[in-house]
């Protein structure tokens, strides 16, 4: 028997309902996979256990007030690191993309050169040249390492984005008499933010982590702070109640990214059918939003509506 399964796109999908033992052979896959998982957690519980993570000395650190101040102090750099690298990675990345779709041969060979340098040099290289060769605050070095890598990979993952855009769209748009801009904010931006967007949203994932590479240039974020704390020989060194304390974290605000790319495209999806009731009620001749006199409108003869063939 087959079956249609429509996802929360609106696609949708054939597919072959499993008969009994189909049914009986997934249940065992997935009791012995469970039981694997069990075995493998129970085991690092155990070995947590054996080495004495959890006594009372390795966790008395977390129960201070200092200890704890410490630690949202090393929180807060980091997420004032991510914004300002995350804010000035987009308008980068947007930059050197809309230099590599110049219609200008030298322009387009420039932008071509700093995003391919900036994307093959590693991250950890350039916040070191900037810190040491050109003498930066720890900050500004991080934000400047983390903003000329990630904005040269969105910069690609701009300008692949528009390009994936169907070329005959653009084309239309053109005979219809819109301008470059028009065209590009318009007709090729808004598809390619929706196709772009998970990959956007990676690529900042990407840049949050990397802002614990700030601990190496005495940056004091999340992980400097931690290192503090597992390095005390008063604590016994609770190295690993410290990392079990600063991963959730992370990969909770990494989570929390992934919601927001989710939230932004079911508003853009809302934005869509609001857009669609828009243009089906707008003055015949109208192609953009706003108001009519500033539109390019299609042209018309005598004889009807000239052909665009």
């Known amino acids: 028997m087959t079956a249609v399964a429509t996802s929360s796109t609106g696609s ?10 189909a049914r009986r052979r997934h249940l065992l896959y997935g009791a012995v996979a469970t039981a694997l998982i069990a075995g493998l957690v129970a085991w690092v519980v155990y070995l947590l256990f054996d080495t004495h993570q959890f006594t009372a000395q390795k966790w008395d650190p977390f129960t201070y007030k200092g200890i ?10 980091t997420l004032k690191a991510f914004v300002y690298a995350a804010v000035l990675s987009l308008a980068l990345g947007g930059v050197l993309a809309t230099a590599r779709l110049s219609a200008h041969r030298p322009v387009r060979w420039l932008a071509t050169l700093l995003v391919e340098f900036f994307r093959a040099m590693p991250v950890l290289v350039m916040i070191f040249f900037v810190f040491v060769a050109l003498k930066v605050q720890p900050l500004p070095a991080l ?8 904005g040269s990979v969105l910069a690609e993952v701009f300008r692949t984005g528009v390009n994936t855009v169907d070329r005959g769209q653009r084309e239309a748009a053109y ?6 801009t028009q065209v590009m904010t318009y007709v090729l931006v808004p598809q390619a933010l929706r196709a772009m967007l998970p990959t956007i949203i990676s690529q900042l994932v990407v840049a949050l982590k990397d802002t614990s590479l700030g601990f190496l240039i ?31 974290i992370y990969i909770g605000m990494c989570m929390l990214l992934s ?12 934005s869509l059918k609001t857009e669609a ?18 539109q390019p409108r299609i042209p018309h003869s005598p004889d009807g509506p000239k052909s665009f063939e």
């Not at 949708?12 to 008969?19: F, H, K, N, Q, R």
């Not at 005979?175 to 470059?180: A, H, Y």
């Open 12 to 21: 949708t999908a054939l597919y072959d309902i499993p008969g009994p033992l």
């Open 68 to 77: 704890q101040e410490l630690l949202l102090r090393g929180l807060g750099n």
């Open 143 to 150: 934000v400047t390492g983390l903003t000329l890598y990630n």
């Open 175 to 180: 005979s219809l008499g819109m301008r470059k």
């Open 218 to 248: 005495t940056y004091e974020e999340f992980l400097h702070a931690g290192k503090l704390i597992a390095g005390n020989l008063d604590y016994g060194l609770p190295f690993i109640p410290v990392v079990m304390i600063i991963s959730p």
């Open 259 to 270: 919601w927001l790319a989710h939230w932004v495209a079911k508003q853009q999806r809302r």
């Open 277 to 294: 009731v828009e243009v089906a009620a707008a003055e015949p001749g109208t192609l953009l939003p706003g108001p009519a006199e500033h």
